[in-house]
């Protein structure tokens, strides 16, 4: 559309032809900070900020994208940004932006309420999580977490006198599903496959408990991506996922890591 400058018609660049003959697959708006609504399974919903970037493809024949119209869109469902509403946003850029596959990424900090293992003592946990969506034909949705555990070595426990080395290790999941699933519930799952879950508030006793724990129970990445994998592969409603683990190794300067993807059906 054009508008006037001063007297002076305001060129549309982006509309202008370009003549290089390559298409864009993903262009748009990286890394903006946005509130959103998250689904809880203690408190129905959950108000958090998220980091978002938003693509669309373009047409070879076109100069750029218009960048504003994709901050329009997310001021057009401002307080109700939510995951039931990542498919209308997404038709809504295809549509404003003239595209034919439009992409939404999210990630946030989310919270869950958590209890010491024995003092019972209750604090929040913060997990980063991702919503991957796009549209093209169809809707595809990806749920991501990454969930902190603790893995103490196998290999370190055999060969030592005393202890065995032990870090923080991230496992980051990710699922295509069939039927909804709780971030939470998928944070439970996974935080069974390392050596010890990780809290952010411990007393004493919580402490003797969780470093026991962990050195009852040794843990590669590699057994911790096939753990993760024998629980994913048994729940119907998972129809796809990938599964990494890396550990910020106490006594390397390198992570040790495994990663796993698997396609039902
Ligand atoms: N396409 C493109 N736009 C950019 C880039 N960097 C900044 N922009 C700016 O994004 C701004 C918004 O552009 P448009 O969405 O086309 O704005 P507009 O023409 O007023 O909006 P419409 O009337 O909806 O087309 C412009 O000021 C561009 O200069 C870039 O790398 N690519």
């Not at 990286?30 to 408190?43: E, F, L, Q, R, T």
Request: one cysteine or more; hydrophobic letters at 35%.
């Amino acid at each position: 559309m054009e508008q006037k400058k001063e007297g002076k018609t305001l060129t549309d660049v982006q509309l202008t032809r370009d003549t290089r003959n390559i298409p864009i697959g993903k262009v748009g708006v990286k890394d903006v900070s946005y509130p959103i609504v998250v689904m809880d399974k203690n408190k129905k919903f959950q108000n958090t900020i998220a980091r978002i970037n938003m693509y669309v493809d373009l047409p070879h024949h076109f100069k750029g994208t218009h960048m504003s119209r994709f901050v329009e869109i997310l001021n057009k469902y401002r307080e109700d940004i939510a995951l039931d509403k990542l498919e209308v946003i997404l038709s809504t850029m295809k549509e404003k932006l003239g595209a034919s596959n439009a992409h939404l990424e999210m990630e946030f900090p989310y919270f869950v309420e958590k209890k010491a293992p024995v003092s019972k003592a209750k604090s929040l946990m913060e997990y980063t999580c991702t919503f991957s969506a796009s549209l093209s034909d169809h809707f595809d949705f990806v749920l991501g977490i990454k969930v902190p555990v603790t893995s103490l070595c196998p290999c370190s426990k055999e060969l030592s006198s005393y202890g065995a080395h032990n870090q923080r290790s991230i496992m980051t999941v990710q699922v295509r599903y069939s039927e909804f699933i709780w971030i939470e519930d998928l944070i439970d799952i996974i935080e069974e496959c390392g050596s010890s879950p990780v809290y952010s508030l411990l007393k004493r006793e919580d402490e003797k408990f969780v470093t026991e724990r962990a050195y009852e129970n040794p843990r590669f990445v590699e057994d911790m991506v096939r753990e993760a994998t024998v629980r994913l592969l048994s729940m119907e409603n998972i129809t796809w996922f990938s599964v990494e683990a890396e550990n910020f190794e106490s006594i390397h300067k390198h992570s040790a890591y495994a990663a796993i993807e698997r396609k039902k059906g």
